[in-house]
T-cell receptor
Framework: DAGVIQSPRHEVTEMGQEVTLRCKPI?????LFWYRQTMMRGLELLIY????????DSGMPEDRFSAKMPNASFSTLKIQPSEPRDSAVYFC????????????FGPGTRLTVT | GQNIDQPTEMTATEGAIVQINCTYQ??????LFWYQQHAGEAPTFLSY????GLEEKGRFSSFLSRSKGYSYLLLKELQMKDSASYLC?????????????FGTGTLLAVQP
């Protein structure tokens, strides 16, 4: 298997622009997670899906952030409008059966908002 | 509140043993993970403890004491490639859903 695939790997954008991050989970994994990682706050769980349905989005920092999973093989995380404090590495991960199981992380998207 | 504490940095010598500690406070408790993350890379799974005690997996072992809210990761026969950040994460009870809280990681430097 190719593992979890994320795109783009790097994104540089200006404040106020819309940013869309993309993720393809491992085939057969029913759970998909979006994380944000910064030096100050470490790794934070933003939202996770089970069978394409959002289960817990309490980690999403504010309304500027939204996530969708239209099918089992694709998810997006959108930031609109973006702000400099959104600069971070965003990871997507998938697992077979939820939080009690090993998660496989994608390579991450390094986002820089200027 | 929910919180994870682990040391920010540690240094150890190649071939030695190192123990990385983690204390946690969660609303409810449903298990504890350790992940390894090399610089510029994604985290990779090391271990998952639900019950008290030590679980060994090759050179790596993980220990859990639920009554003390404490875990450690033990790395034996250290190799240079073990230089990485080690993340502790606890599953808590979020009511209708479970919560997964990560610590900020312990950066381990293995020296020759």
């Amino acid at each position: 298997d190719a593992g979890v695939i994320q795109s783009p790997r790097h994104e540089v954008t200006e404040m106020g622009q819309e940013v869309t991050l993309r993720c393809k989970p491992i085939s057969g994994h029913d759970y998909l997670f979006w994380y944000r990682q910064t030096m100050m706050r470490g790794l934070e769980l933003l939202i996770y899906f089970n069978n394409n349905v959002p289960i817990d989005d309490s980690g999403m920092p504010e309304d500027r952030f939204s996530a969708k999973m239209p099918n089992a093989s694709f998810s997006t995380l959108k930031i609109q409008p973006s702000e400099p404090r959104d600069s971070a590495v965003y990871f997507c991960a998938s697992s077979l059966a939820g939080l009690a199981y090993e998660q496989y992380f994608g390579p991450g998207t390094r986002l820089t908002v200027t | 509140g929910q919180n994870i504490d682990q040391p920010t940095e540690m240094t150890a010598t190649e071939g030695a043993i190192v123990q990385i500690n983690c204390t946690y406070q969660t609303s409810g408790f449903n298990g504890l993970f350790w992940y390894q993350q090399h610089a510029g890379e994604a985290p990779t799974f090391l271990s998952y403890n639900v019950l008290d005690g030590l679980e060994e997996k090759g050179r790596f072992s993980s220990f859990l004491s639920r009554s003390k809210g404490y875990s450690y990761l033990l790395l034996k026969e250290l190799q240079m490639k073990d230089s990485a950040s080690y993340l502790c994460a606890a599953r808590g009870d979020g009511g209708a859903t479970n919560k997964l809280i990560f610590g900020t990681g312990t950066l381990l430097a293995v020296q020759p």
